[in-house]
């Protein structure tokens, strides 16, 4: 017999994926200006809580990153309310933006294997 896939499990994948996609057109088409925000690329997102919550990750061409954390913070709401107009949901998660640090460590890594080869 075979066994069933958790279909909760599925269906926060699906929403953090639609979430993901929306928000990402969101700050495209909303915040192109904002130099901040336009050198943004959402790399990611996952869905906690019963599906109330999706963490968005993120990566910026920005050295700052506080910077950009903050800017991402203060819109939020207003991203958050526009993800509500194009859901066609009766609950729209909290969203919140967390940079990801993967090709920061990825590069570290490079350089650490590359000085242990010379």
Do not use: C, W
């Amino acid at each position: 017999m075979m066994k069933r896939q958790n279909n909760n499990s599925n269906r926060a994948e699906r929403i953090a994926s639609k979430v993901q996609m929306l928000v990402a057109e969101i700050l495209r088409d909303n915040y192109s200006e904002d130099k901040l925000v336009s050198g943004v690329s959402l790399v990611g997102a996952v869905a906690h809580g019963g599906l109330q919550f999706v963490r968005l990750f993120y990566y910026s061409r920005n050295d700052d990153i506080d910077i950009v954390q903050r800017r991402l913070d203060e819109i939020t709401k207003t991203v958050r309310f526009e993800l509500a107009a194009r859901m066609n949901q009766k609950y729209v998660p909290d969203i919140k933006f967390e940079y990801d640090d993967t090709l920061d460590r990825a590069e570290r890594i490079d350089a650490l294997l590359n000085d242990i080869e010379k």
